[in-house]
């Protein structure tokens, strides 16, 4: 029988957020709970019914307040959203803004929480990681072992337009340093973290629970097969162009149904 654990996950996202973060988290809560860990859950708030999702999984959850942060207004005029869009890009690149917030209302919710045997917090977005090393010290440690769960690099992020404000890695390597194991889930984004944190890394893949018992026996009737892709497209890096190339050329019927904001990448395929 495996020995009772009291686990802290720290995630801005969680469910019913549709994210990779929120199904990270979550997923981990649903299997440490069916492992018999006592588990506990720090996120935002958000106005949901969570009575169904705590009868199944009766963790405990902590929600920090509503961002007072004001976001930018966008407009829908070409010219006025433009410009909102724009404020909002550079706020967003020299200053993480809002998501900074968060840094300060998990440094805040972790001040006077303690007595947990593993703590893990998640990222995106990097305030999270933030604002545990900010409420973490050799006095306040919060958890035995804290594991700092990173999607993606901040740093060493090479998708993005622009990089990230040498600033930024004051905060980066402050993390690294009081967090006692980084995940991330592949291999290939290691170079993405800076090198003297290489022996912290542990690599461990997205988990799923595929248990489909519950959604019925019944078959779709759908005349072909048929399957979807919701997400983005980036072009030099997640490109749609392999994949539907293999598509067009199969001698079979099909119907491949795709939700993105870049459909302009698929034009040709149309």
């Not at 009772?4 to 299997?31: D, G, H, N, W």
């Not at 900010?134 to 700092?148: C, P």
């Not at 097969?225 to 001698?251: S, W």
Request: charge should be positive.
């Amino acid at each position: 029988m495996t020995e009772k654990k009291k686990i802290l996950l720290v995630s801005s996202a969680f469910y019913p957020e549709i994210s990779p973060r929120s199904f990270r988290a979550t997923e981990l809560a649903k299997e440490f709970h069916r492992q018999g860990h006592e588990v506990s859950v720090i996120t935002k708030f958000r106005d949901h019914n969570y009575n169904d999702f705590l009868n199944e999984f009766p963790i405990t959850f902590k929600m920090w307040k509503k961002p007072v942060f004001p976001k930018v207004h966008n407009f829908r005029q070409k010219q006025l959203s433009f410009i909102s869009r724009s404020i909002s890009r550079v706020l967003s690149i020299l200053f993480e803004y809002p998501g900074i917030e968060e840094m300060f209302k998990v440094k805040k919710m972790l001040r006077d929480d303690s007595g947990y045997d593993m703590m893990i917090s998640f990222a995106v977005p990097y305030p999270v990681h933030w604002g545990v090393a900010l409420a973490r010290s050799e006095k306040h440690r919060i958890a035995d072992t804290w594991i700092a769960d990173c999607g993606d690099p901040y740093m060493g992020d090479r998708l993005d337009s622009f990089r990230k404000p040498f600033y930024f890695k004051y905060l980066e390597k402050m993390f690294c340093r009081k967090a006692d194991f980084i995940t991330i889930p592949v291999k290939s984004a290691l170079p993405g973290y800076y090198a003297e944190f290489h022996n912290k890394i542990r690599i461990i893949s997205q988990g799923f629970d595929f248990n489909l018992s519950e959604i019925g026996s019944k078959e779709p009737a759908n005349e072909v097969p048929t399957f979807a892709y919701a997400g983005g497209f980036l072009p030099g890096a997640r490109e749609p162009g392999p994949l539907m190339q293999y598509l067009v050329n199969l001698d079979l019927p099909f119907r491949f149904i795709i939700y993105t904001n870049r459909p302009d990448l698929l034009s040709e395929y149309r």
